[in-house]
């Protein structure tokens, strides 16, 4: 029923930048949300939260490098990734869900997914 479309993905240099983006098809402000990504042949790994008051959460892999943050008047979620290393490619979803103290439960919608591939 909820539409979301992530977008920004690409080829980047290790060390690079990156920002998805992950639009919904209607009002995000009462949900918390995430960034997922899957490598080939690995499971699915949540990389980083954000709450319905914007506190954020990350995977300690990413700690430092990646900032997920959201834009409820265009119900658009982002995630900034910076200092990029080629262990970070992926292909990465966004998906609508509900903290419960500090346990991020997702939703049931998800989106195509975006590509990144960080190589030299």
């Known amino acids: 029923q909820v539409q979301l479309v992530e977008s920004g993905g690409g080829l980047v240099q290790p060390g690079g930048s990156l920002r998805l983006s992950c639009a919904a098809s209607g009002s995000i402000f009462s949900n918390a949300m995430g960034w997922y990504r899957q490598a080939p042949g690995k499971e699915r790994e949540l990389v980083a939260t954000i709450s319905r008051g914007s506190t954020t959460s990350y995977v300690d892999s990413v700690k430092g490098r990646f900032t997920i943050s959201r834009d409820n008047a265009k119900n658009t979620v982002y995630l900034q990734m910076n200092s990029l290393k080629p262990e970070d490619t992926a292909v990465y979803y966004c998906?609508?869900?509900?903290?419960?103290?500090?346990?991020?439960?997702?939703?049931?919608?998800w989106g195509q997914g975006t590509q990144v591939t960080v190589s030299s």
């Open positions: 998906n609508t869900g509900t903290l419960f103290g500090g346990s991020y439960r997702s939703g049931p919608y």
